[in-house]
């Protein structure tokens, strides 16, 4: 079964320092692998993906994401953290089920950057 | 590019009473449109799968007959919620996928764009 998982309810940094949201995820095959960001009452905000190719893909707002596939892992991060960053992140895989492009994602985790 | 709108917003709206929401894709055709449901401070729930002119294809656990979902067209999708009950009551967010086409081919990589959401309040 595909799944993917967000080990921290909430992580706290303090603004200017770097951070980490982590994910973990667990496919047969090639994942494909998405960021999102919500803002309260808000819907999802795409930030980045991993498809294929380079293991570090850049997205917006300056955050990027490492995928590695020895530790199935694809942990958001960002070298120096707004105020503005404070939300909650999801990460998602694309599941391989259908061909409709269905996402699975974690349970989220909130991020407080404090200034 | 890739805007995706909700509307209602939010809604209020009396026990065994209908309403419906919609999705729409601004700028760009969607094939494929997802409802989602979200509780507060949780992750989303997919509750159906609509492709534009068939029928949805609903999640386990999810009632077809209280939730209606219609893609008629490659812009817009609509989510009925049929004799809404207070239990109904939650965050509702459709997405919408397109094609690209990269190097002569479909590609379904792509990433799905959410709406802004809907809250439905059933007292």
């Known amino acids: 079964a595909q799944s993917v998982a967000q080990p921290e309810d909430q992580v706290n940094v303090a603004e200017g320092n770097p951070l980490t949201v982590k994910c973990t995820y667990s496919?047969?095959?090639?994942?494909?692998l998405f960021w999102y960001v919500q803002y309260p009452n808000r819907g999802l905000q795409f930030l980045l993906k991993y498809i294929t190719g380079d293991n570090l893909v850049k997205g917006s707002y300056g955050f990027e994401a490492e995928f590695n596939k020895s530790q199935t892992s694809f942990h958001l991060k960002k070298p120096s953290a707004l105020v503005s960053d404070s939300a909650l992140y999801f990460c998602a895989v694309r599941s391989l089920s259908g061909n409709t492009g269905k996402l699975i994602f974690g349970q989220g985790t909130t991020l407080q950057v404090k200034p | 590019g890739a805007v995706v709108s909700q509307h209602p917003s939010r809604v209020i709206c009396k026990s065994g009473t209908s309403v419906k929401i919609e999705c729409r894709s601004l700028?760009?055709?969607?094939?494929?449109m997802f409802w989602y449901r979200q509780f507060p401070k949780q992750s989303l729930m997919l509750m159906a799968t609509?492709?534009?002119?068939?029928?949805?294809?609903?999640e386990q656990g999810v009632e077809k007959d209280k939730f209606l979902i219609n893609h008629a067209s490659l812009t817009l999708s609509t989510l009925t919620v049929t004799s809404a009950h207070p239990e109904d009551s939650s965050f509702y967010i459709c997405?919408?996928?397109?094609?690209?086409?990269?190097?002569?081919?479909?590609?379904?990589?792509?990433?799905?764009?959410f709406g802004p959401g809907t809250r439905l309040t059933v007292l």
């Open positions: 997405s919408a996928r397109s094609w690209e086409i990269k190097q002569g081919q479909y590609s379904s990589y792509n990433e799905q764009f």
């Open positions: 700028d760009f055709q969607a094939t494929t």
């Open positions: 496919v047969s095959g090639n994942p494909y």
């Open positions: 609509s492709n534009e002119g068939s029928k949805a294809t609903y």
